[in-house]
């Protein structure tokens, strides 16, 4: 009978994973909107093309091609993981988060600890709030370099001196 058992759990994992893989076809907005809601938008015929292609794309992740064309155009820019966190794309991996990069900036302030509440802001303009961790310095961090890492399920940690522990942080602007 155990036999049967596991054929049975094995099965049942099969066809949930098949039907998480299935996707509905995607619809136009213009199929979605009344004439007059359109025209309340005002989007031209190219503008509204564009945004059903990036609807379009999102549902159904990149493409190869696509995926290779983002990344080297992520390394044309200024500073990698300079920028705000990217919101997780459908099909771009199997753990939110994961596909994140390390955000490295200075702080525009000094340091001397940090407990939850406490808000940290970046000079790229970021402000990163602490939701878990307490740490009190022994002297106080002029400015101190930073990274904040990102970690699997969308969480994200400050981190101020690899030798420290890392407090877990939310952005808030």
């Not at 991996?93 to 994961?98: E, V």
């Not at 900036?105 to 000079?123: A, C, M, Q």
């Not at 009190?136 to 981190?159: D, H, Y």
């Amino acid at each position: 009978m155990r036999p049967f058992k596991l054929a049975s759990l094995l099965l049942a994992l099969l066809l949930l994973s098949c039907a998480a893989q299935a996707r509905k076809p995607y619809v136009e907005i213009e199929r979605k909107l009344t004439a007059q809601q359109l025209q309340e938008v005002g989007l031209s015929d190219e503008q509204l093309a564009k945004l059903n292609r990036m609807l379009r794309e999102a549902e159904q992740g990149p493409t190869s091609t696509e995926a290779v064309a983002a990344a080297e155009h992520d390394d044309a820019g200024p500073q990698v993981g300079a920028g705000a966190p990217r919101e997780p794309r459908p099909g771009a991996g199997q753990f939110i988060g994961l596909n994140d990069e390390p955000i490295k900036s200075r702080l525009k302030h000094d340091v001397s600890g940090w407990e939850p509440g406490t808000v940290f802001e970046l000079e790229n303009g970021q402000q990163w709030k602490v939701l878990k961790g307490r740490m009190s310095l022994n002297k106080p961090m002029l400015k101190p370099e930073i990274v904040v890492v990102p970690g699997v399920a969308g969480r994200w940690f400050l981190q101020v001196d690899e030798d420290m522990p890392k407090a877990r942080v939310y952005r808030i602007d």
